[in-house]
């Protein structure tokens, strides 16, 4: 069960999805990690979803297609349910963030999660800093490898659009931006 004194410690997760719409599509993946306040990156979530919605309205989704998640690994796939008390302790216990994160809580919510408390969005904090040019003078959000690349160049990572793996690098890129003075107060 999640920590009751958990201060210095935030729970950093991700997603990985049958559609953009969470009323369209399914959670295929779910991973978090918790990142404490010294760096310290612990596994919190690793599962593998089996979709509820029929099989062939998912069966040819952009992860199954690109990423090294399977049909078969998803059939035998455990059910959001199964997981849920779990998760939901986690949620509850920890604040929550994840790269693009009002995507991943509005996928948790609209699947009947409650998050206690949302913190700075690492994307778009990425954004401000990178300065991407986008339309009608708004920065555009990086992609996570872009991000990625600019604050770790040379370092030769290739994100591989998996849940576990995906919030454990933002985890590290989190603690990136609170070296540079983002998030203080929260780690």
Known sequence: MAERNAVNKILVLDLETTDLKPAIGDILEIGAVLLSSDGTIEKAVDEIIKPTKPVEMWCDCWCLRNTDLTLAAVLAGQTLDEVRDFLQGLLQCYSVTSYNRDFDIDYLTYNGFAVRRRIACPMLIASDIMKLQGSYNNYRWPKFQA?????????????????????????????????????????
């Open 147 to 187: 991000a990625w690349d600019y604050f770790f160049p040379g370092n030769g990572y290739k994100t591989r659009h998996e849940a576990f793996d995906d919030a454990w690098h933002v985890a590290r890129l989190i603690y990136k931006l609170k070296e540079l003075g983002y998030y203080e107060g929260v780690l």
